[in-house]
């Protein structure tokens, strides 16, 4: 069982920053493709950005140039920097793991909210 604990969302004007971690549990953590989703009201949730195990990222093409997945796997932790943002960024968060036995897990979510 893997559990996955976000943090860093929160309230922030147009054109602001935040960013997202989420501190995942278990052993192999580097072994994990990691996630970031989000779903906004009256929307269907969707794929942010991913990193895999080997470090390839990929990223919707709304939040292309604008925000940044890493991870620390010394810290059993991904991230997401999210940079210029705007409204129709609001939506809650959520992080997402995937093992390589495709067992997959998910977060409580974070919520962010763009808004002057």
């Known amino acids: 069982q893997v559990q996955l604990v976000e943090s860093g969302g929160g309230l922030v004007q147009p054109g602001g920053s935040l960013r997202l971690s989420c501190a995942a549990s278990?052993?192999?953590?580097?072994?994990?493709?990691m996630e970031w989703y989000r779903e906004a009201p009256g929307k269907q949730r969707e794929l942010v950005a991913r990193?895999?195990?080997?470090?390839?990222?990929i990223y919707v093409d709304s939040v292309k140039g604008r925000f940044i997945i890493s991870r620390d796997n010394a810290k059993n932790t991904a991230y997401l920097q999210m940079n210029s943002l705007k409204p129709e960024d609001t939506a809650v968060y959520y992080c997402?793991?995937?093992?390589?036995?495709?067992?997959?897990?998910w977060g409580q979510g974070t919520q962010v909210t763009v808004s002057s």
């Open positions: 997402h793991a995937l093992t390589p036995t495709v067992d997959d897990y």
């Open positions: 990193i895999t195990s080997g470090g390839r990222i």
């Open positions: 278990g052993s192999i953590f580097n072994l994990y493709t």
